[in-house]
């Protein structure tokens, strides 16, 4: 007991957990009190249970196990929560619980599955007990099969989804355990009741002995359908009418049938893949010779096809094949078998197979012609299965073409191919555009002179009556006479519909009688829908002729009867002796007597009387047939008299009028109308006639009658005014149901008439047409001529930009407003049409031979190409064509895959091509090709799918979007996951759906490919999905794809489902809104006759109220459904009238009290909960309407934006009621500033600004309460990407410093600063530095210190924008407090107190100027300061500064000038309106604002002085050397900006330059710069090493981005070897050591973008080592090494790379040895060899094996002849060098060199080592005696060096050793000078020179490429160093020793190498001297005019003489 007394304390949920299976127990029934016990299914105590459910059902003890599933299914009855744990417990049910013995626990297990299909899990339950038809247990199988069937006996089939439980109901069969396949057996039976022979297509592969049992059981069944016992929570309605009908008894069959869902057997069936299986050589054998072999072929393809499901796939070669046979074999067996083939490829694919139909239909249609019975029976079948897999309106091109064959037997079944296929239509399917059509050509049958031909027709035309009834097929059957009516009739009554269906003219006969017996029920009907109106029962019994059309349609129309009598009025001709009889009985007798007298005057009151009984006449009285034959009785309509002929002319208008007026009387009079229009006298008579006869019997006919009447005959007049007649009432009516065919050819014979007032009227004709038909119209008279073409063409332009007008005039009706659906009808039927399709259209399918399809999908590309350009002329050529277009659209298929883009591109052009040459036609091809376009949407190439999405607009112009939306295809196009794809259908569908008045229901297979790509990884494709997402919903609706969630997972359905919620309310709006405010009915009728009157899209005719403008007639002939909800609406009107707030006392008061003891939520929160929204809709409930409320809670943003307008509208009148309820307005529009909708936002910011206004005024002043609630959210916005919004919220805040004390509102600010939103940031700093202005510091709160601390802190920002705004407010303090600032704002680094100090400086000059103006604003009071709205605005532009510099356009002196007068406009009046800063021009030496485009200017051209003549130097202005120091100032800024701090900055700087760099015509200005640039490069790389790959706050990805553009710019210049050579030894020694050391960061080293990084130098390296100097680069190597053999050397890694380097440059050495100055490399040996002497290196180490190498290898390429060049080595003793390659070339002479080399060598030692010493020394001797004296000291040096080079070996030390140091330098220069002289080497050997101008070497290699500009700005450079630039003139000889002298005195100097830092300074104080020394010239220039000759002809001078010395270098060079 003591254990029970433990866990008899704990609470419930630990009781059932407990390990005592007697806890559990008590556990489980205290929880079962529980669950009954609690009420609100809501209720948290749910939630602690949610965990354990499984647990309860999975229990271990079968006692507790008992009480665990009662609790469970109390719990799954009563929980909201429990759907969550539905797939859990359900597993747990099936593998626990099913397997008990006991059947209690099944029977709860069952109930717990069953209760959880109640709750709208039913597809997970199914799910796990399909699961558990797997288990081994047969227990588990059994209860599971049994709970499927319960399942489905209480759900029905709509619940339980029985595909597929179908699939594995066979395997049950298979079972071994007799109880499985026995519960198999009542499931079975259990799914026939619902679906009945749906089923056995699924069971006929089972045990036949239990398919017979199944049978025997199947016939016992009840007949009756079952019906749903049991329903969903979703469905209590369906619930409560099911009880209702019971209590009420049973209902009629047909509303049972109803509630059972239609089963289809094709859907239960597994797609069986045939493609795969078919034999391989089949399309071989299938093209063979001997029949047998194509038989067996076909036999495989026919045993495959006649699975009745197929797999989909790309059958087209398969159909291709078969329509061959089916064409073209002459077996007649084998045709039979093809179609057969064909036929079980339609069945089994359906609408799959809807793609290659178009193919195959004419093919059938034409073999036809075959007589034998078994052929056309299997053509029959084939051609009808075909048909179900399209619809009729695709084939009917291909049907019609073939009506007119001359063969019978093909007319004869295309006819009763039409018969059966009307069978499967219904008044949808069959619209008046298809059927008018077919019936044209079935008429055209009828009267043929074959039997069975006309027996064909009549079925066919009987078929369409009975399916869309009589009265839609009436019109088209006027001319057939009653035998041929009654004969279709008859047929008609024949028909009998599939499926019992019911036609449109159903019940025929009986309800004929029955309507004609009792006419005035129908009367009665009829008033019951309109006003009552005079109707005209039934004809005169006299009347001849077949009965009228007005018969009632059946009930299945679901509209009210119509009238007896129909649009058109149709009578035979009466003979005239009946004419006389029934005018005598309307008309005086006088009259008649009179009417063809001889006295004229007696005419006229016969004609007087006539007008009279016809104006008193009765409508159905009036015969008008007999009126208008009396009118044309003699003298009729040749009247002399005018007077009678205009009463005569006016009678005729009066009965049209008046009258039922046919087309058979209009068909008397017309003539007379047409002789007498153009009459001056009666012509406007005869016009109201004929206006009178269109009203009457249709503009359309009246037209085409009129035309060809008046082109009949020759008078020009009445051609003329019937033209202008005809453009009138084109006016008057509109265009609808213009036969334009019917009249254009009498257009084309008036245009060409040779009366030019014919010409005339045609060509005001055609400006009207083009009104209604626009462009296309032009293409009936392409073929005019030029000058006619011209006048029309004119005309149009006349008319372009102008509407057709709303129409006048209407067709009379019989006075049945309901007719007037039947003539909207009509009217969409004709008006619909496109206008192309009354083009004439060629046939091209003979041209698409198979020779050209073959071409088309030849191996060879070229062929490819050739066969499409071959069709796009064929296209080209036939400019409109047929539908029928052969083989070409699976040849054009296979090109949109093509490899070759390009032809995919052509291939794409010729379908843009296709579209607009086939215009609707097209439709037949969406499916072959339409949707291999959508494919190509995927390429990754984006020229690619512009192509395509291209292509695919025009298809869908001429298509129209049903087409591509019905089917599986673009479900299968979406499923794909391309993100290209994806994004770029559904963009498209996207901008589609919207404009569909509705869609197919096949969309909604797309949801599921939707959903996914809503989770998309592509982040674009998931935006698209999103916009997509409301377009879909329009169509689908919300319910259906909140439905469509419940396949997803848990996680992604969460998700998606508040996507869905956010689509909602974004969703666009449906037309169904604006019935249900206007009455059920009479908006759609508006909106139809809207439709008719205006020529407007099918997609715009849908909700339109302004037709109520339009038709007002109609409009106030509304049944009373319609008014009623139209005085609901205005009740609510008033409703609205009424104030829109409650004045209610002291509630603001409480709600702020309420607030602050925290009764309720403080409005504080980052996003807006739910709890938030409920707790302002309770209190808004208090002080609001209703409405108004319930407007701006409702999730439709259209329904806020006009609630805000009412707001707005009020504000006035209902302030003081605002201010009460402000605290809740501003919350609202805080919930406002989070949505993204912008029009809700602008309308925000609208009231806003408004309401600010209003309180300003009414002086009211913000409470603390209410700027919590508002301002915090307001800064939000202020950093909107929209610059309007942020315009606005800037408007506001200044607005609410004017409410609010601005010193609260800093606090805000500050806050708003510390925002991860840059533009909030920068936004919130610039109002800071505005409050500070206007109301100086005691608006800084809490703190001015501890504020402007904060602030400064924001310098140091990444963004630039956040940076400068923070330097303006420092500045504004400083404006306001002086240097106090700097105190203030505290500590700050080094760079952003150099930004600051700058910034100071600059605003001081402005605040100089600006002094007045600002005098001015601190008069003004603070409240008056902020009064502009846009101030900060204006303040904000003022002081932006540029953040880039245009490279090439402007200098930056000019951009500093412009900017600084800038500011200066922006802050103080300028008092003249063009006044000039004179001090600024004469300090600015530019004569131009703006520098022109240095790309455009070709300088090299421009400094050549031989091929620019001396005047044409002299008028160039500005001076050269100006325009290039601009362009070099230009780049010098750009590159300064490369080393800047700033990230940012380098990277744009950097940016800049790589454009440069990458254009060829641009790259040659950055020579002379290239120095500069690396430098700045140089001293960036170290800034990132030692400042940002430190700072732990700067962005990493940042860094990687700054090192991509340093390397991207330095591989673009080292790409340049121009350029390239420029770098000089210092730089690239600083640049390749700051590469190695990037290369050795371990920082960069270990992040991914790092190693990119390190690769890209890696090839850097390599660039800099081959295209740079090779003797700057081998010579920076050396030093490099120097350096690291030193006490300070680095790494090792380092000194290896540096090694590795050198290596390579040596296994190049053969191919650069020539280039190289090797003077230069052994002097860099000798100070390596010098600093580390033998001792050193004699140790084995790397660095000395690598200078052996390099000496050796220089040895092999040159010689001896490397002895000669130590001209740079002042004392060779000072290093081992010269003995080393003394030693080296002796060891390897012999075994390398030249021969000639190698003969002097030997030559010369051989003469050294054959002549005694003693000689050698006397010779010598004598040489320097010669040195010595002054006479002959040239010749001795000369014999000196010419000694030399014979005995290379000699040893001048012992000579030189006794002498000064004078006179060895005066012997070693004086060898030196020689050597130049002999060898045309340059003088001047200066390595500091060399260092920063490249060797004079390199020079000579590529002087070719080098332009003049160069080497004069070289040699400028050079002379200003060594002072020699300071003379006028440079090109006089007398300067010439000066020069020498200076060069000279430096040969002294020991040569150096250039830091990179030395050469900074250089170029930057080169630039200073090059400006002042321009400066002077420019000053002195006109003083005097010589000077600029003597400039103009310098460079020449230097020119010329550079020139010749390089010319000298390339001579010893080669």
């Avoid at 890694?1693 to 053969?1710: D, G, N």
Wanted: charged letters at 30%; one cysteine or more.
């Amino acid at each position: 007991m003591g254990d029970d007394s433990e866990w008899l304390k704990l609470p419930i949920d630990q009781k059932c957990e407990h390990k005592v299976w007697k806890a559990r127990l008590n556990g489980y029934e205290e929880a079962l009190q529980l669950f009954n016990r609690i009420t609100d299914e809501k209720s948290p105590e749910w939630g602690k249970y949610l965990g354990l459910i499984k647990k309860f059902v999975t229990e271990s003890n079968a006692v507790a196990q008992l009480k665990g599933l009662e609790a469970a299914l109390a719990y799954v009855e009563n929980a909201h929560v429990a759907v969550k744990t539905a797939g859990d417990v359900v597993s747990g049910v099936v593998t626990k619980v099913f397997n008990q013995p006991k059947a209690r626990a099944k029977e709860l297990g069952t109930d717990i599955c069953l209760m959880y299909i109640e709750m709208e899990k039913a597809e997970v339950v199914q799910d796990e007990l399909l699961k558990g038809l797997d288990n081994k247990n047969p227990k588990i199988v059994v209860a599971c099969i049994e709970t499927l069937r319960k399942a489905l006996s209480e759900f029905g089939s709509k619940i339980v989804t029985l595909k597929p439980v179908v699939k594995v109901l066979p395997k049950q069969f298979e079972s071994r355990e007799k109880a499985v396949r026995d519960e198999a057996k009542m499931l079975a039976v259990e799914i026939y009741k619902w679906i009945r022979d749906a089923l056995k297509p699924s069971l006929q592969n089972i045990n036949s002995v239990l398919l017979k049992e199944l049978e025997e059981e199947w016939v016992k069944l009840p007949t009756s359908p079952p019906k749903q016992s049991r329903f969903l929570r979703s469905q209590q309605d369906l619930k409560a009418k099911f009880q209702q009908q019971q209590a009420q008894g049973e209902e009629s069959g047909e509303e049972e049938e109803d509630t059972v869902a239609a089963v289809d057997p094709y859907e239960l069936l597994e797609a069986v893949d045939i493609l795969s299986k078919l034999p391989k050589d089949f399309y071989d054998k299938i093209e063979a010779k001997k029949w047998q072999e194509r038989k067996e072929a076909l036999e495989a393809v026919e045993s495959l096809s006649k699975n009745p499901k197929l797999e989909s796939g790309d059958y087209g070669d398969l159909v291709r094949a078969l329509k061959k046979v089916v064409g073209k074999d002459a077996n007649v067996m084998l045709v039979s078998m093809a179609a057969k083939c064909l036929a079980g490829l339609a069945s089994g694919l359906r609408k799959k197979f809807g793609t290659y139909a178009g193919q195959v239909v004419p093919t059938i249609l034409e073999k036809f012609k075959e007589k034998k019975l078994q052929v056309v029976q299997a053509l029959q079948e084939a051609i009808d299965a075909i048909f179900l897999t399209t619809t009729l309106q695709s084939l009917s091109d291909d049907v019609l073409a073939v009506m007119d064959n001359k063969n019978p037997s093909i007319k004869q079944q295309a006819s009763l191919f039409l018969a059966r296929s009307f069978r499967h239509c219904t008044q949808a399917t069959l619209p008046k555009s298809v059927l008018k059509p077919f019936c044209a050509a079935l008429v055209k049958q009828v009267n043929d002179s074959a039997p069975e031909v006309r027996d064909a027709a009549f079925e066919a035309l009987g078929t369409a009556m009975k399916v869309v009834g009589e009265k839609a097929v009436n019109p088209y059957l006027a001319d057939l006479d009653k035998l041929k009516l009654d004969k279709i009739k008859e047929c008609a009554d024949k028909v009998e519909l599939p499926g019992g269906k019911k036609g449109a003219g159903g019940g025929g006969a009986v309800e004929k009688k029955a309507a004609s017996k009792a006419p005035p029920a129908a009367e009665a009907q009829t008033k019951s829908s309109a006003p009552p109106k005079k109707t005209s029962g039934a004809a005169p019994s006299k009347s001849a002729g077949p009965p009228k059309k007005g018969k009632p349609v059946s009930a299945s129309s679901g509209k009210p009867k119509k009238n007896m009598e129909s649009k058109d009025f149709t009578e035979s001709e009466l003979p005239v002796e009946v004419c006389e009889e029934r005018a005598a009985e309307v008309l005086p007798a006088s009259c008649l007597e009179q009417l063809d007298s001889a006295n004229w005057k007696e005419r006229l009151a016969s004609m007087e009387e006539f007008q009279r009984a016809v104006e008193t006449m009765d409508k159905v009285a009036m015969p008008c047939q007999a009126l208008v034959k009396m009118l044309a009785k003699k003298p009729g309509w040749k009247e002399t008299n005018f007077q009678v002929m205009q009463m005569k002319l006016h009678i005729v208008a009066l009965i049209a009028q008046r009258g039922q007026f046919s087309k058979t009387s209009a068909s008397i009079v017309l003539d007379g109308l047409v002789d007498k229009v153009g009459d001056i006298k009666c012509g406007g008579n005869a016009k109201e006639g004929m206006t009178a006869i269109g009203e009457a019997c249709s503009l359309p006919w009246t037209a085409e009658q009129v035309v060809s009447l008046a082109f009949a005959q020759k008078n020009p007049k009445n051609q003329a005014e019937t033209l202008n007649w005809l453009a009138n009432a084109m006016k008057e009516f509109g265009f609808t149901g213009i036969n334009v065919k019917g009249f254009i050819n009498n257009v084309k014979t008036a245009l060409g008439a040779t009366n030019p007032a014919v010409r005339t009227a045609a060509i005001t004709l055609l400006g009207v047409m083009y009104l209604y038909m626009g462009a296309p119209l032009r293409m009936f008279f392409e073929d005019e001529k030029p000058a006619l073409l011209s006048q029309i063409d004119a005309a149009f332009e006349k008319m372009q930009g102008q509407s057709a007008p709303a129409p006048t005039r209407f067709t009379k009706k019989t006075g049945n407003e309901d007719e007037c659906d039947t003539a909207e009808e009509q009217d969409e039927d004709v008006g619909g049409q496109d206008i192309m399709d009354l083009l004439p259209r060629t046939e091209i399918s003979d041209k698409i031979t198979s020779d050209l399809v073959s071409k088309i999908e030849d191996k060879n590309w070229k062929t490819r190409k050739e066969g499409l350009d071959e069709v796009a002329a064929i296209i080209s050529e036939a400019k409109f064509i047929t539908a029928n277009i052969g083989e070409l659209p699976l040849a054009l298929k296979g090109r949109l895959s093509d490899s070759n883009k390009i032809l995919v591109q052509q291939s794409l052009t010729i379908l843009q091509q296709l579209a607009s040459a086939m215009g609707t036609g097209l439709k037949q091809h969406v499916k072959t090709l339409g949707f291999p376009i959508i494919t190509v949407l995927g390429d990754s190439k984006p020229n690619v799918r512009a192509a395509a999405m291209a292509t695919l607009q025009a298809w869908v112009e001429q298509t129209g979007m049903k087409e591509w939306l019905e089917g599986e295809e673009l479900s299968e196009e979406l499923k794909k996951e391309n993100p290209f794809l994806r994004q770029e259908l559904l963009g498209w569908l996207a901008d589609k759906l919207p404009t569909l008045r509705s869609a197919p229901g096949d969309l909604m297979g797309c949801v599921p490919n939707l959903y996914a790509c809503l989770e998309d990884r592509n982040g674009d494709v998931r935006k698209k999905a999103q916009d997509a997402l409301p377009t879909f919903m329009m169509h689908l609706g919300y319910d259906k794809m909140n439905k469509a969630t419940g396949k997803l997972k848990t996680s992604s359905k969460d998700q998606v489902l508040a996507m869905l919620e956010k689509a909602r309310a974004v969703m666009p709006a449906k037309p169904a809104p604006p019935a249900k405010t206007g009455g059920a009915k009479g908006p759609s009728e508006t909106s139809r006759g809207a439709s008719r009157s205006q020529a407007v899209s099918e997609d715009a005719t849908d909700n339109k109220p302004e037709a109520k403008k339009v038709r007002g007639g109609v409009a106030a002939k509304k049944s009373a459904t319609t008014k009623k909800p139209a005085a609901k609406g205005m009740k609510d009107d008033e409703d609205r009238s009424g104030p829109l707030f409650i004045l209610i006392h002291n509630a603001k008061e409480q709600r702020i009290k309420e607030e602050k003891q925290l009764k309720i939520l403080k409005w504080n929160f980052i996003t807006p909960r739910d709890e938030y929204l409920e707790q302002l809709k309770t209190q808004m409930s208090t002080c609001f309407t209703k409405w108004l409320q319930d407007e701006l809670f409702h999730l439709d943003f259209q329904r806020h934006v006009k609630a805000i307008s009412v707001m707005i509208e009020r504000l006035e009148s209902e302030s003081d009621a605002t201010i009460s309820c402000l605290d809740l307005i501003l919350k609202w529009f805080t919930l406002r500033f989070f949505d993204t909708n912008t029009t809700v936002l602008m309308k925000v910011m609208e009231y806003l600004k408004l309401l600010f206004t209003m309180l300003d005024r009414e002086n009211y002043h913000l409470t603390e309460y209410e700027a919590n609630s508002f301002v915090p959210y307001l800064l939000l916005k202020v950093g909107e990407s929209k610059d309007v919004v942020r315009k606005d919220v800037r408007a506001i805040l200044s607005m609410l410093c004017k409410v609010y004390p601005a010193s609260k509102v800093f606090p805000y600010l500050m806050d708003g600063t510390k925002s991860k939103n840059s533009k909030q940031r920068a936004e919130c700093l610039e109002e800071l530095g505005c409050l500070i202005e206007g109301y100086g510091m005691n608006v800084c709160q809490p703190a001015p210190a501890k504020s402007l601390k904060e602030i400064a802190g924001h310098i140091g920002d990444r963004d630039t924008s956040v940076r400068n705004a923070a330097l303006n407010t420092v500045v504004a303090v400083y404006n306001v407090c002086g240097d106090q600032v700097y105190k203030l704002i505290g500590n700050l680094s080094d760079k952003d107190m150099s930004m600051l100090e700058e910034r100071i400086k600059r605003s001081s000059a402005r605040k100089t100027a600006a002094a007045p103006a600002k005098q001015s604003a601190n008069e003004r009071s603070p409240r008056d300061h902020s009064a502009n709205p846009n101030g900060t605005f204006l303040r904000k532009s003022a002081q932006e500064e540029p953040n880039k510099l245009k490279l090439m356009y402007r200098t930056y002196r000019i951009q500093a000038r412009q900017n600084a007068h800038h500011s200066e406009s922006s802050h103080m009046p300028i008092p003249k309106e063009f006044q000039l800063d004179l001090d600024m021009i004469e300090m600015d030496q530019s004569r131009v604002n703006e520098l022109p485009d240095l790309v455009q200017h070709k300088l090299d051209e421009l400094l050549e002085p031989i091929v620019i003549p001396e005047p044409k130097m002299r008028t160039i202005s500005p001076h050269l050397d100006d325009l290039h120091n601009s362009t070099a100032s230009t780049i010098n800024f750009v590159i300064s900006q490369v080393a800047s701090g700033d990230i940012n900055t380098s990277i744009q700087a950097l940016a800049q330059i790589d454009e440069v760099l990458w254009q060829e015509n641009k790259a040659e200005v950055m020579s002379g710069h290239i120095d500069q640039f690396l430098i700045a490069t140089i001293m960036q790389l170290r800034l990132i090493n030692n400042t940002h790959m430190a700072d732990d706050r700067l962005d990493k990805k940042v860094i990687f981005k700054l090192y991509s553009c340093i390397l991207g710019n330095m591989l673009s210049l080292f790409s340049l070897e121009s350029l390239a050579r420029e770098a000089s030894m210092g730089v690239l020694k600083d640049l390749i050591h700051g590469l190695i050391t990037l290369i050795l960061d371990s920082r960069v080293e270990d992040t991914e973008e790092g190693q990119q990084v390190i690769r890209s130098v890696n090839i850097l390296v390599v660039k800099v080592l081959e295209k740079s100097d090779q003797t700057n680069i081998i010579s920076a190597l050396l030093v490099m090494l120097q350096d690291t053999m030193g006490p300070t050397a680095g790494s090792p890694m380092f000194s290896e790379l540096v090694m590795k380097c050198l290596w390579r440059l040596i296994r190049h050495l053969p191919d650069t040895i020539n280039s190289i100055n090797l003077d230069r490399i052994l002097f860099d040996v000798h100070n390596i060899m010098k600093a580390f002497p033998k001792e050193k290196l004699k140790q084995p180490n790397v660095t000395h094996r690598t200078l052996k190498t390099l000496l050796h290898t220089l040895c092999k390429l040159t010689g001896a002849k490397i002895l000669d060049h130590f001209s740079m080595i002042e004392n060779r003793n000072e290093s081992e060098l010269e003995t080393y390659l003394r030693r080296a070339v002796k060891h390897s002479g012999n075994l390398f060199g030249s021969k000639s080399d190698r003969g002097n060598e030997k030559s010369g030692l051989h003469m050294e080592d054959g002549m005694p010493k003693a000689k050698v020394h006397d010779i010598l001797s004598e040489i320097f005696k010669k040195i010595g004296s002054k006479e002959n000291t040239k010749e001795g040096l000369t014999e000196l060096y010419e000694y030399k080079q014979k005995c290379t070996d000699v040893d001048l030390e012992p000579f030189l050793k006794s002498t000064s140091p004078f006179f060895q330098s005066y012997v070693e220069r004086g060898l030196r000078m020689i050597e130049s002289e002999r060898e045309g080497k340059p003088r001047i050997q200066n390595p500091a020179v060399t260092a920063q101008h490249a060797a004079d070497n390199s020079l000579s290699s590529n002087d070719e490429d080098l332009k003049p500009a160069v080497y004069y700005e070289r040699l400028k450079i050079l002379r200003q160093r060594q002072g020699l630039e300071n003379t006028r003139s440079i090109g006089g000889g007398d300067d010439e020793p000066q020069q020498r002298a200076a060069i000279s005195s430096l040969l002294s100097s020991k040569p150096s190498v250039a830091s990179s830092t030395d050469m900074l300074h250089s170029k930057l104080s080169q630039l200073k001297e090059s400006r002042e020394l321009h400066q002077q010239e420019h000053n002195t220039q006109p003083r005097s005019p010589s000077n600029a000759h003597i400039r103009s002809a310098s460079p020449a001078a230097n020119l010329g003489d550079l020139k010749k010395r390089l010319e000298r270098i390339k001579n010893n060079r080669e």
